[in-house]
């Protein structure tokens, strides 16, 4: 079995899914009394989020199913961290999928020669 970024996926995942939660938050108008907006930029705003934490997961995933694009990953996971307002978890996400490398395992040294 090929070794996976799990923490990186785990991490970037758990970014994704409190960014969408933030949307929903957004869109449904539950921030409208703290934020003073306007109801309709919060459903725009909203959708934003909700975009953007589902481009989170789907690179969550993308990394997890192949490890060997990772570091592609990683750089847009960071870029769309940036994007949402600093999403520190998905930005950690991002960054520990750049630094992310599967270890090298060393063959076995080969059978002495025969007496």
Known sequence: MAEKPTTAFIVTLI????EILL???LAARLMVL???MD?????MIGAY???LGLIMIL???MMYNKPSSAHTWGIIIVILSIIAGLNIITLIGGMLAIKWKPSTVTPPPPPPPPP
């Not at 970014?15 to 409190?18: D, S, V």
């Not at 109801?39 to 459903?43: D, I, K, L």
């Open 34 to 36: 703290v934020s003073g």
């Open 23 to 25: 949307g929903v938050a």
């Open 59 to 61: 690179g969550a995933v």
């Open 39 to 43: 109801p309709n930029t919060n459903v």
């Open 15 to 18: 970014g994704g899914i409190l």
């Open 49 to 51: 989020f909700i975009v």
